[in-house]
Structures are given as C-alpha cells and as structure tokens.
C-alpha cells in the first residue's frame, strides 16, 4: 500500500504562473516532509522541507503547505520559471526510522 | 566539496550474475542510504547505515540483496544471482549527522537481460 500518494502524475502551467503540486499521506506517525525534484539522469534534488509542528515553510519562490488534519502537503512555486520543469516528489520520514518514504512522482512542465 | 558519486553510471548484466554498486558519499556525512526507483515508480528504501552499521535493512527485497560500508564512507551493494525485476536505478544518498535531508547520487542505472 502506497504510504505516499501524489495523484497527479503531470502538470502543465505557463511561465509567470502559479505551479501547485499535491502529495497526500496515510502514515500518522511521520513527522517530517519533504520535496525533492529530480530531472532527466540526475539524482534527486533537495527543495523545501517542513516538521510535522509546522503548517507552512517558504524559501523564496518555494513554500510548501502541510494540513496534518487532512493528511495533505502542498508544494506552490510563484511565479513559475522554465527551469522548474522536472519531476517532484514528495517524501516523509516515520517517527523514530530515518528512511524516507517517497511519492510517485509529478512532472512539471513550465510553458515558456 | 564534491556530492555524493555512485559507480558505475550504467551497468548491464545477463540473469543470474553478481554485480556490485558503489557510493562515495559526501565527506564527512555519517549517515548512508541506499534506494531503487524502478520504471515509472517513487525511490523504494532498501538499506540504512549509521557508520559501519545497518540499523535498518528493512528494505532490501531478498537475501540476494546485501550491502556493506567501510571506515565509515564508502558503501558497496551487491546483487547475487541478478534477475529480470532487479533492472532500476539504485540511488544513494547521505546525511549530516542526524539531519533528515538527504543527498543523493546520480544513481546506477542496473539493466538485467
């Protein structure tokens, strides 16, 4: 069973636009999220993170959402660039594991 | 200093060899960690080292799986008797300390024949 769920596997937007990519979890004792995006050959790279006793975290362009209530994180990206495109994925770590457990995935395409 | 390096980039074996991955992870990070992440599919864990040892290796899908890691740096994953289901990209990365924000490697693209 999928611990980590990212239901969109692709998103399209235009340059200048908000990009909103979405990651729902089942697992109550993680305790840390975070977003890594990957492009084509390359290993995942490290974005933004939050602690499960936070509901927002923002870095620059970059603010992901969590609503522990709803099982529900959010990454926003504002305003979207062409060099945003590639693939993002959520993740979140179990109290007491240090494993990350990992969505599927959304790819990202920015329009120029 | 450098990322974390895996090699080789690529390897292609027939069903039923060994092959060895290796991961240099970056200087100094204590914590190492071995994924896969086959076609179309998230990273899956596979093994966790905390120095030289595997507190958790929940991951590792058989026991043709193992892993080691030596004074503390560079980690080895050996795949014995290699089937088709094996073909993926093994991803390694690392951590500071207690950090929770891991560093990946490129990854080892494994092909089975």
């Known amino acids: 069973d999928q611990q980590v769920k990212q239901n969109s596997p692709s998103l399209s937007v235009q340059e200048g636009r908000i990009s909103i990519l979405n990651c729902d979890y089942t697992?109550?004792?993680?305790?840390?999220f975070l977003w890594y995006k990957k492009y084509p050959a390359e290993g995942p790279t490290f974005l933004i993170s939050i602690s499960s006793i936070k509901d927002k975290n923002e870095d620059g362009r970059f603010t992901v959402f969590l609503n522990k209530s709803a099982k529900h994180l959010s990454l926003h990206i504002v305003p979207s660039q062409p060099g945003d495109s590639a693939v993002y994925f959520c993740a979140a770590k179990d109290t007491g594991r240090r494993a990350l457990t990992f969505g599927s995935g959304t790819r990202l395409q920015v329009q120029p | 200093g450098a990322g974390v390096s895996q090699s080789p980039s690529n390897k292609v074996t027939e069903k039923g060899k060994d092959v060895e991955l290796r991961c240099d992870p970056i200087s100094g990070h204590t914590a190492l960690y071995w994924y896969r992440q086959s076609l179309g599919q998230g990273l899956e864990f596979l093994i966790y080292f905390q120095g030289n040892s595997a507190p958790d290796k929940s991951g590792l899908p058989s026991d043709r799986f193992s892993a080691e890691r030596t004074g503390g740096s560079v980690s080895t994953l050996t795949i014995q008797r290699t089937q088709q289901e094996d073909s993926a990209v093994y991803l390694c990365a690392s951590s500071l300390g207690n950090s929770n924000e891991q560093f990946f490697g490129p990854g080892t693209r494994l092909t089975v024949l």
């Open positions: 697992n109550s004792m993680f305790d840390y």
